[in-house]
């Protein structure tokens, strides 16, 4: 199976979405984890920021899906021993150490009381116990119990306990003489997404940790406030278990810094903040203070996220943390306030650390065994870091997520989207286990199952879902009801699917979370079980109730059976639906010509797939062409550019120039797209689009520019060092010009990086000023470079109020020394803002309806999770299209764009959803108001007996139901909202109410 299987070394959530992408293009997978389950870090936290989604919660779905996959064989508690062989045949040797425990174990947990061994669970980072047979969480997959083998007392073949046994109900389940297994596996290509680790506390001696138990980190208080944590959420101090008046956050605890590791953690900030706005909604009163260097809210909605957390009344004080003592009973920060220039003792209730992330564990051993190289940090060394992030130092082998240096979430899930790209390249035959939709199921008088979910806290926190379950039962047809602990669980899915066999239940309703993120999940379920997923009715509790009346638990329930009644209304008219199958164009439409574009469009070539590569300047590049030396490394763009013209030219792209797309119609798998070029217009078929349309940058009014001659952007000083440089100037740099202010409040997230880079080039022949807010040097070896520029003698300046030039000199308010400074200024070079490309986004969402963020960016489907596709179904971003980016995460996107696109064209059909439009022809007149509102030209005009009457393609209807609300005659409806399922729907809802 070589040459149609890829190896993942990572169960964290890089190596999740890499092996769901890889299978979903028809890859088989070997899903290679080293601890006992799936979820990695992401598992741990319990939410992410911008949106304070629950990180379990949105990861689950995706854990399930990869555990479920037929193309995708888990293999937990294993590790790669050898690798041998070349791209496109590898051998790899596998060990897989024994469970003790065989997969019909029913996660009862008989076992797990009757266990008399305890030792800290890691999962909670050692603030609650666990036993030697054990689940870390209750969410974890595999769902099956495992032994610690050097915990459990049955060790050594000496049979001192046999508890677990005694108590087990299942037959031959607990079995202490498994042995471990080699397997020898073959594989086209490997990718590595190994995650990384955290620097132990301990080591930060001067901020007493573990000396101090009201000291702790971050990781600690994700799990103090997490609902399913040690303490169900209820943020205590770990020594007098009270609730904390005051909060300390010590940001860069070991990070950007000499004695430690002199990189950026990247997360921190962010983190920071995100559990800082947890603690307000824990405790109203409580006192918080962010203790910062630099505060690096670069990602996409992470400014205004600051900025929420400075009007909740967060407090933000710059200046390290010099030590953590204790006085009087209280915890005092000794810090040197920056803005203030004073030293400052800072009385605190708890202290909350933030150390930094560091390489994996063994990932010396795990790059020996791959032969591959590591960085100067001892992470993962990527190929080239600007235009080969993903690959690896040998051929075959990709990078994604923390194994090449820290980042978030969204970068981490772009990256092995991506890396799965390259991977697929040596794939030669895929292949896609069919998966049978019943068609029928809901027959007979309902039997209605509810299950109602307690997401551990998130909900049963405010809600009574016991008495919400209870409710249910007395409600029309329900057949079953029940309360569980988490619906999305492994084994909580495994239940619901036997309860529906055991019960006879044809229609299902989970009283949970979203059906945006678990919807999927839940209607698997129904399949697995028998039934057409469409008999599934979902009700929001949590968002809907929980989370936005957590102060009013009594209406937050009443509420809640109010969704759930509805819900039953609605589902004793549900019908089983099967939607239609679609064919699929096997070729890809990439529009962009830049960096993502070339990457994407030699990435879908590379996999065999038909490409067309439109540009509408006489020249592929984009700004690429304009650009003098990449930051980290120095490597010239020319050099970078003819290397991509080279690789673009032997491609099978066909490359169009001095075009523009006029037209896009058509749906997911079958776009017909209008093409104009010197030739004149063309209509050619795609079955995805790529969009890579690239940004624009600010165009500034201030400091003179366009006034004085001596006032350039960033990208005009790259002309000038492209043309050989400055002499003997005095060159001043201003961050942030065009972005952070009121009109545009989100960072641009590449220039911090870019300026220091230019000023250490400058530096050599120039004296330089850099004037900025915060320095966002986050970039892999970006924060060597700000330290360069400084060795060199660039002069460094922190603002809040902007500067002025009056074309001599630049007067500021520095804030370091409180003092007006006049700098005289030779050369003023402005720091320019990504912005949005407004013209070809105003353009594209006209034609293709692409939704915008607040920003005006491309709006991706989930900032985190789907960071690379559009919320229409077969158009992916990649680039600068969904917001700013730095080079090499450009290019990952693109990558990332491209394994999306690969997964959808390896199929020859697809199956439309079957929620769309449909015409009751007995009532329709044709008047033609449905057609004049429908966004997505899915309404035709057919003739019939007697007239004309609509009809509706149901490739493109999205179910939308504009037509439904402009019809006269109610000839329009939706499948699965007819209208007698709403009406049933409001008149359950009235019920009480009147």
């Known amino acids: 199976m070589s040459d149609s299987s890829v190896l993942v070394i990572g169960g964290g959530i890089a190596g999740i979405q890499a092996s769901l992408d890889l299978a979903n293009a028809g890859a088989h997978v070997y899903l290679v984890e080293k601890s006992p389950f799936l979820g990695g870090r992401m598992a741990q936290l319990f939410k992410t920021f911008p949106t304070n989604d629950c990180s379990t919660c949105i990861e689950a779905p995706l854990i399930v899906e990869a555990h479920r996959h037929p193309n995708i064989d888990v293999l937990v508690d294993s590790e790669v021993l050898k690798v041998s062989g070349k791209a496109g045949n590898f051998k790899v040797k596998v060990l897989k150490r024994p469970r003790y425990v065989h997969d019909n174990c029913t996660s009862c947990g008989d076992c797990f009381d009757a266990c008399p061994e305890m030792v800290p669970n890691e999962f909670d980072v050692g603030l609650k116990v666990r036993k030697a047979i054990y689940l870390p969480f209750p969410q974890a997959v595999p769902s099956t119990y495992v032994v610690d083998r050097e915990l459990c007392l049955n060790k050594g073949h000496v049979i001192a ?27 086209a290509s490997i990718i590595v997404a190994c995650g990384g680790s955290v620097l132990d506390p301990t080591a930060l001696e001067i901020y007493g940790y573990g000396d101090y138990e009201n000291v702790i980190s971050n990781m600690e208080f994700e799990r103090l406030v997490s609902a399913s944590g040690p303490t169900d959420g209820d943020l205590v101090e770990p020594e007098a278990m009270t609730h904390p008046k005051r909060i300390v956050f010590v940001l860069c605890a070991g990070s950007r810094d000499v004695n430690f590791q002199g990189y950026c953690s990247r997360v921190c900030c962010m983190n920071s ?21 630099d505060i690096r809210s670069f990602g996409k909605g992470f400014e205004e996220y600051y900025n929420r957390a400075k009007e909740e009344g967060i407090h933000f ?5 010099a030590e953590v003592r204790k006085e009087n009973g209280n915890l005092v920060i000794r810090v040197e306030n920056t803005e203030t220039g004073k030293i400052e003792d800072m009385e605190t209730d708890m202290v909350v650390l933030t150390p930094p992330l560091l390489p994996a564990e063994n990932i010396a051993d795990l790059a020996k065994i791959l032969g591959l190289k590591l960085d100067e940090n001892g992470f993962l060394k990527p190929d080239q870091v600007n235009v080969l992030p993903l690959h690896g130092t040998k051929e075959g082998i990709f990078l994604c997520g923390v194994a090449t240096g820290p980042k978030d979430i969204a970068d981490s899930v772009a990256e092995a989207s991506g890396a799965a790209s390259g991977a697929l390249s040596y794939v030669k035959e895929k292949s896609h286990p069919s998966v049978e939709i019943p068609e029928k199921g809901g027959e007979g008088e309902p039997r209605i199952g509810v299950f109602v979910c307690h997401c551990g806290n998130n909900i049963a ?38 309860t529906i066999k055991e019960k006879g239940l044809n229609r299902v309703i989970v009283a949970a979370c979203s059906p945006q993120t678990h919807g999927d999940l839940f209607m698997g379920a129904l399949i697995k079980a028998g039934l057409n997923p469409y008999l599934f009715e979902m009700a929001n509790i949590r968002n809907q109730c929980s989370w936005v009346h957590s102060n009013e638990p009594e209406k937050a329930t009443e509420k809640s059976k109010t969704l759930v009644r509805m819900s039953v209304a609605r589902a004793n008219l549900s019908e089983p639906l099967i939607g239609e199958k679609s064919s699929v164009t096997k070729s890809a439409l990439v529009i962009g010509g830049g960096i993502a574009g070339i990457t994407a469009a030699l990435d879908l070539d590379a996999q065999g797939i038909d490409v067309i590569l439109v540009e509408k300047e006489k020249e592929v590049g984009g700004r690429l062409r304009e650009l003098h030396k990449l930051s980290p490394e120095g490597v010239e763009a020319s050099k970078v550019l003819k290397q991509k013209l080279g690789e673009l030219k032997k491609s099978n792209v066909n490359v169009m120039t001095s075009s523009e797309v006029e037209d896009v119609k058509g749906y997911v798998g079958n776009f017909q797209v209008t093409i104009k070029s010197e030739k004149g217009e063309e209509e050619l078929e795609f079955g995805a689009i790529i969009l890579a349309i690239g940004s624009d940058l600010y165009q500034p009014k201030e400091f003179g520019y366009g006034e004085y001659e001596n006032v350039i952007t960033n990208l005009e000083l790259e002309e000038q060092l492209n043309k050989g440089g400055l002499e003997n100037k005095t060159v001043t740099f201003i961050q942030c010009v065009g972005a952070r202010n009121d009109e545009y409040p989100g960072c641009s997230r590449y220039c911090c990086e870019t300026a220091t880079h230019q000023a250490a080039q400058v530096a050599e022949k120039c004296k330089v000023n850099f004037l900025y807010k915060d320095m966002r040097t986050f970039g892999k070896g970006a924060e060597e470079n700000y330290k360069i520029a400084s060795e060199k003698g660039a002069r460094f300046f922190r603002f809040v109020d902007d500067p002025e ?47 915008l963020s607040e920003d005006g960016f491309l709006m991706e489907k989930h900032v985190k999770l789907g960071p690379v596709e559009s919320t229409i179904a077969g158009v992916y971003l990649a680039g600068c299209a969904a917001g700013p980016k730095r080079i090499d995460e450009t290019v990952a996107s693109a990558s990332g764009a491209a394994a999306k696109a690969a997964a959808l064209l390896s199929r020859d059909e697809i199956l439309v959803s079957p929620i769309v439009a449909f015409v009751k022809e007995d009532n329709c007149r044709w008047c033609g108001r449905c057609l004049e509102v429908c966004p997505y ?18 490739a493109m209807c999205t179910g939308c139901g504009a037509c439904v609300v402009e019809c006269p005659t ?25």
């Open 161 to 187: 306990c046999e508890k677990c046994l005694e108590v087990c109900q299942v037959e031959n389940c607990i079995d202490f003489e498994m042995k471990p297994e080699e397997l020898d596996l073959g594989v």
């Open 273 to 293: 903040i995100k559990e800082a706005l947890l603690a307000k909604e824990h405790l109203k009163d409580v006192d918080i203070t962010l203790l910062y260097m």
């Open 317 to 321: 004080v710059r200046g390290k943390a």
């Open 461 to 498: 926190g405010v809600v009574d879902v016991v008495g919400v379950a209870g409710y249910a039962e007395d409600l029309k047809n329900v057949a079953h009801a029940e309360d569980m602990l988490f619906a999305c669980a492994d084994s909580t899915i495994e239940q619901i699917i036997d």
């Open 805 to 851: 030039f009056d074309g001599k000199d630049v007067k500021v308010k520095d804030v370091f020394s409180g003092m007006e400074l006049a700098l005289a200024t030779d050369l003023l070079v402005l720091s320019v803002a990504m912005r949005p490309n407004v013209e070809t986004v105003e353009k594209l969402v006209e034609m293709m309806k692409v939704p």
């Open 937 to 954: 030209s899915a309404i035709d005009i057919v003739e019939v007996e007697g007239g004309k009457v609509a009809r509706v393609n149901a």
């Open 970 to 994: 109610s000839a329009m409806t939706i499948r699965g909202f007819k209208d007698e399922q709403i009406e049933a729907e409001i008149d359950a809802m009235m019920e009480e109410a009147a």
